[in-house]
């Protein structure tokens, strides 16, 4: 059983993309009153008949004890947090399908993501997808240093700590209300050959600071390819086995004290931290490559 890529997302699913975009309903300007969008189930349940016809038979999530165990922390009043990693804008949509699938219909109700807003702003496609799941809306540090101009830059500073502010108060409220927060350490999608992608940036140090635990979401098999020209609506559509490995929940503490205490000279703890996340985010992902490889071989007789 072998991946099989179909060709650019907008064109294999031209028809369901169309009545998603038709039923689109979050403005597409970002501002401090409109980060917070609850999902848009019809879009979301089209999504999830996309993934009908792409994950194959094989995926599935590893450990779903850990998964339960999450859960459970919550129902007693600790925050909780996921931290995943980063391939494809079918990450959330892959998660939130397998635990259904799995019989986890509510855990996948109070997850609650943080997205970046380009996913909103760059087009009508891409935000007709991501908002079908459930998300508060941030302003990345990595769009803020785009800007070359400078009154521009100094007007998208303050734009980005209205935003941002308004964000961490909607998380706060959330962690309280039960909610379990996803967040992509990385802060965007892993390219090869660019290994900066794939380094966490430090703002998961600030994170961790406010969650009680968190459990860590390793990723094997993909079916929606990067497409080279950066258009996202034209990102390659794939039929392969998705495997998700999941970590064992562990105290945020327990990972981010000794990180900071073990800061080399001369390096930002923050980003010590964040590093440290990657480096445990790449293990759990070797250990879902391996079993989602003897899952294939199973598959293939």
């Keep these: 059983m072998k991946p099989e890529v179909l060709g650019p997302i907008r064109e294999v699913f031209r028809a369901a993309s169309g009545e998603m975009r038709a039923d689109s309903v979050q403005k597409r300007t970002i501002t401090a009153e409109n980060i917070y969008q609850e999902a848009n ?39 909780c947090l996921i931290l995943m990693e980063h391939y494809s804008n079918f990450d959330i949509p892959c998660l939130y399908y397998l635990l259904e699938r799995a019989g986890q219909q509510q855990i996948a109700d109070a997850i609650v993501s943080i997205a970046g807003m380009k996913l909103t702003e760059e087009s009508e496609f891409v935000n007709a997808f991501a908002e079908a799941y459930t998300r508060v809306v941030i302003y990345p540090s990595r769009s803020l240093q785009q800007h070359q101009d400078s009154a521009q830059m100094s007007e998208e500073v303050v734009r980005s700590r209205e935003i941002n502010m308004a964000a961490t108060r909607h998380m706060i409220r959330l962690k309280h209300e039960g909610k379990i927060i996803l967040l992509f350490p990385s802060g965007t999608r892993y390219r090869p050959g660019q290994p900066d992608t794939k380094r966490g940036v430090k703002e998961v140090d600030s994170y961790l600071k406010l969650f009680d635990h968190a459990v860590m979401i390793g990723i094997a098999g993909n079916i929606l390819r990067l497409n080279p020209s950066g258009d996202m609506s034209m990102d390659l559509a794939a039929r392969d086995v998705i495997t998700l490995n999941v970590t064992a929940p562990f105290e945020c503490d327990s990972l981010r004290d000794p990180a900071r205490a073990e800061t080399p000279h001369g390096v930002d703890p923050k980003q010590h931290v964040a590093d440290v996340v990657m480096e445990r985010l790449e293990a759990v992902h070797d250990e879902a490559v391996a079993e989602r490889e003897r899952i294939v071989a199973v598959l293939n007789g």
């Design 41 to 79: 189930v019809p879009n979301r349940t089209r999504i999830h008949q996309i993934l009908d016809q792409l994950v194959l038979p094989g995926s599935g999530i590893l450990q779903m004890d850990h998964v339960q165990q999450l859960a459970e922390l919550v129902a007693s009043g600790r925050s």
